[in-house]
């Protein structure tokens, strides 16, 4: 394989790639080093991945969902997932330690809301398909 890392070329490959991959390497080191420089911290990107991990069970995404519609407790928000009571908290938990949710006691119930409205315009986008519905 040849590999240049002058200025980018186009490079005609002999026939059609299906794969995905180049036909051959041709690293634009401009556009690399700039993209590298307006990259996040790994700090940061340790954060939005752990956030957008939070959207990869079945059980968060139910939870999210309803309460983008209404503040509810963990006895609702039990019903609304479809587990048991210390399974859904197991799940609040997780979502408040990514900072996702809130809550606020009211007496000896405990009331969960969105604490960051990313959360609602992320799940949204994402229950939409990205536009492509």
């Known amino acids: 394989m040849e590999v240049t890392s ?5 490079v005609r490959p002999a026939r059609a790639n299906a794969t995905g991959e180049c036909a051959v390497v041709c690293v634009d080191s401009r556009k690399v080093a700039a993209v590298c420089a307006a990259a996040p911290d790994d700090a940061a990107i340790g954060r ?5 991990s939070a959207l990869s069970d079945p059980t968060r995404v139910r939870i999210l969902h309803a309460l983008c519609r209404a503040e509810l407790c963990v006895c609702d928000l039990s019903k609304v997932a479809r587990r048991s009571m210390p399974a859904t908290s197991q799940q609040l938990q997780l979502l408040r330690r ?3 949710v ?6 000896r119930l405990a009331y969960y809301s969105l604490a960051d409205p990313w959360v609602r315009e992320a799940l949204e986008t994402a229950l939409d398909g990205g536009g492509t519905r």
Request: proline share 5%; net charge positive.
């Open 98 to 100: 990514l900072g996702l």
């Open 48 to 52: 939005v991945a752990e956030r957008f």
């Open 6 to 10: 002058a200025r980018p070329r186009r």
């Open 102 to 107: 809130k809550f606020r006691m009211d007496g």
